[in-house]
């Protein structure tokens, strides 16, 4: 029955699965504990940086277009490595990601304002 959840000992998984606390995939994990909602957050939260980022990847100022790339990379990284490791169920996956997001954003920010534009 879809509602209920299968358990090890009714042999219809192997009981060896059972020692991870997740799916070491951080898009089927997403899917898997919250579901389709908790799936577009996630995508969310990778892919709203990335657009803001990428708006400015044909800028002439080097300075700034080094910025947005390495935003967009940020994001990319975490994708990728989140295929084989779920980062974002660790503090410390949460953190770095929060972290640099905040310092790319900022030294982003203060570049575009001092080029004589208003913040993005």
Known sequence: MPDQVIQKDEGVIHPFVTRYGH???E???AWARRGVIGLI????LYLIPMKFFAR???SPDLELRSLAVAGVLLSVAYIEFGLSQAFLTHNSGVMM???WLAVLWGSFSQRYSRAGRAAP
């Open 56 to 58: 400015h990847f044909d």
């Open 41 to 44: 957050v996630l995508l969310a």
């Open 23 to 25: 799916a070491h995939n």
């Open 27 to 29: 898009i089927i994990d």
């Open 97 to 99: 990601f929060a972290f």
